[in-house]
């Protein structure tokens, strides 16, 4: 058994703006583990919001011991996106030597498309305006916020896409006081929840803030260790492979957080159809997907995931799993 790397860079279709910055395009790590004549996938994304490099996480992966499996995985990495890729190929190794999908292994049954989110990029409301009317005919739409001037973006995206179905997600740009002031602006627009309005170190503000519509752990939840600091917070969790370390976690913590009571959302970095393939398993039931990376793409990977104006479907062999 024998590891290879790739750092794969994918154009974005037009520039990615969030509240912490732009960019043009995806960068991620490519893995690759051989175990004889089998080879199985996975992708991740570092990400400089968790610290994470290109760099670092390629020496994460590369020091890793030979022969290595699931189980001991968890034990070798913390979560994060290195563990995640080479979790994600272990997944698609285990599934091509044993001739049966990750699906079955992971006894989740057959795998269903999924509606998924669109991801409208912060900018001007003029533009966000045009941009929400050329998709208006997609069901579910995420708003990228965050700033002090947000209430003409949204109304504008409203006006744009009068039926579809929105999300925001502030990426912890909001403080409690900005939360007050959109929260009946998002009720009167209709918005169906809102994604880490404030940042992680102050969102003990939620605790005493009126909720009045539900409010999702995004950068505040990474695994299930996170669990126990979002009570009375938060009513539901955005699992994303990339900081959970792979789907082997995605899965647990989907499990012990609807035990908990939180509601699903599964969300993701932007990168190809490698990365998302694993998601659409933990995304099966969940209340809100978000995998809609391979859509801000230029140009995805070969047999890449297939979109249609709302939907994701399951991924074929030939890609993933």
């Known amino acids: 058994m024998h590891i290879e790397l790739s750092r794969d860079v994918f154009p974005l279709a037009k520039v990615f703006t969030i509240s912490r910055g732009s960019r043009s395009e995806a960068v991620v790590v490519s893995v690759t583990i051989h175990d004889g004549d089998v080879c199985g996938r996975g992708e991740c994304v570092p990400y400089k919001r968790y610290d994470e490099t290109v760099e670092s996480v390629m020496g994460q992966i590369e020091s890793l011991p030979m022969p290595l ?12 996106a290195a ?4 979790d994600c190929a272990l997944w698609d190794l285990e599934a091509k030597k044993s001739g049966r999908s990750v699906a079955e292994l992971a006894g989740l049954g057959s795998l269903e498309p999924l509606q998924t989110a669109f991801t409208l990029s912060l900018d001007t409301p003029e533009n ?3 941009d929400a009317r050329q998709n208006a005919d997609r069901p579910l739409l995420k708003i990228k916020l965050g700033t002090d001037d947000d209430i003409a973006r949204i109304e504008a995206v409203r006006e744009g896409a009068p039926d579809s179905r929105i999300i925001v997600d502030a990426n912890e740009g909001w ?34 803030l009126d909720r009045v519509l539900p409010v999702c752990a995004d950068e505040s939840c990474h695994d299930r260790t996170s669990l126990p600091g979002l009570k009375g917070k938060y009513d539901m ?3 994303k492979l990339d900081k959970t370390g792979g789907l082997t976690e995605a899965l647990a913590l989907r499990e012990e957080a609807l035990h908990e009571g939180y509601a699903i959302m599964v969300g993701c970095m932007v ?16 209340e809100i997907v978000d995998l809609d990376g391979p859509l801000l793409l230029a140009t995805d990977r070969e047999h890449g995931l297939k979109y249609d104006a709302g939907d994701v479907y399951p991924p074929r062999t030939a890609l993933w799993g």
């Open 69 to 80: 499996d699931r189980v001991r995985l968890q034990e070798l990495l913390p979560p994060g």
């Open 83 to 86: 563990r995640n890729a080479v």
């Open 128 to 130: 966000m305006l045009e």
């Open 175 to 208: 403080t409690a006081e900005s939360y007050r002031k959109m929260a009946p602006v998002m009720v009167r627009l209709g918005v169906a929840m809102v994604e880490q309005p404030l940042p992680t170190g102050d969102d003990d503000a939620l605790l005493t």
């Open 237 to 239: 969790v955005n699992i």
């Open 271 to 286: 990168g190809s159809s490698l990365a998302m393939a694993p998601a659409t398993l933990v995304a099966q039931g969940a």
